[in-house]
C-alpha cells in the first residue's frame, strides 16, 4: 500500500513552511518505486502536480529544487521533464539537475497507456520539455484539476 505524504500545518513559527519541506519532488521518489506506471501518473500528476500549483511562487523552486533519486530511466526522464514543464509555466528556472544526461531517454518511450489511434495526437500536443526528454505525452494529461 503506498502512503500519501505526509500534510502538516504550514505554520511553525520557524519561517520554513513544513507542507512545502514535506512535499518536495524528491520525497516522492519511495512511493514512486512502490506504483505501477499507472499509479505512478497519479501520484506525480495529481498530487504532485497540486502541491505545485497551490503553493507560492517563491515555494514552487523549493518543491522541485532536490534532485530525485534515480530509480528507472523512464521515470528519472519523466520527473525532470515534468519539473522542466512545471518550472516554465510557473516563469520560473528549472533547476540544474534536469539537465543531466541520465534525465534523457535515448529513444523515445510513450508515457502512459496509448491506444494506436492515439499516438498521432500524443505526438502533436506533447510539450516541448517532455519531447526533449525523450518522452511522448499529451498535453492534455498534465492540467491538474
Known amino acids: 500500500m ?17 507542507t512545502i519541506a514535506a512535499n518536495t519532488l524528491d520525497r516522492y521518489v519511495p512511493m514512486l518505486r512502490e506504483a505501477d506506471d ?5 501520484i506525480v500528476l495529481h498530487d504532485f502536480g497540486m502541491v505545485f500549483q497551490q503553493a507560492r511562487s517563491e515555494d514552487r523552486k523549493l518543491l522541485v529544487a532536490c534532485e530525485p533519486e534515480l530509480f528507472d530511466p523512464r521515470w528519472d526522464a519523466f520527473l525532470a521533464a515534468y519539473t522542466e514543464h512545471l518550472c516554465y509555466h510557473a516563469g520560473i ?3 540544474g539537475w534536469v539537465f543531466a544526461h541520465d534525465r534523457h ?11 494506436p489511434r492515439e499516438r498521432a495526437a500524443t505526438i502533436l500536443t506533447t510539450p516541448a520539455a517532455f519531447e526533449a526528454h525523450g518522452i511522448w505525452f499529451p498535453a492534455w494529461e498534465l492540467e491538474v484539476v
Not at 38 to 42: A, E, Q
Open 2 to 18: 503506498v502512503e500519501a505524504l505526509e500534510q502538516v500545518p504550514a505554520d511553525t513559527g520557524s519561517g520554513v513552511d513544513v
Open 38 to 42: 499507472d499509479f505512478r501518473l497519479r
Open 93 to 95: 528556472p528549472a533547476p
Open 105 to 115: 531517454l535515448p529513444s523515445f518511450w510513450y508515457a502512459g497507456r496509448r491506444f
